[in-house]
């Protein structure tokens, strides 16, 4: 059985989905890997994880809206 609580789970993938693009399935964390975020609100715990690993956010936005104007 998992050590990691089931609800803090669901609101960690929520927020490396929402961060991300990806579950802590897509990025191969194991019940030993999550536990070392899980002391962590979810949300916390995801934006140290893409920092620990360098991943790009897929929340932020390309192209401010001045900038599109000149395209």
Avoid: T
Avoid at 54 to 70: I, T
């Amino acid at each position: 059985m998992s050590a990691i609580d089931q609800n803090w789970l669901q609101l960690f993938d929520v927020a490396m989905k929402h961060l991300f693009a990806i579950d802590h399935f897509d990025a191969g964390l194991d019940d030993e890997q999550l536990a070392c975020f899980a002391d962590f609100p979810p949300y916390e715990a995801a934006m140290i994880f893409g920092e620990k690993f360098d991943l790009a956010r897929a929340d932020v936005h390309w192209f401010a809206k001045e900038h599109q104007k000149l395209i």
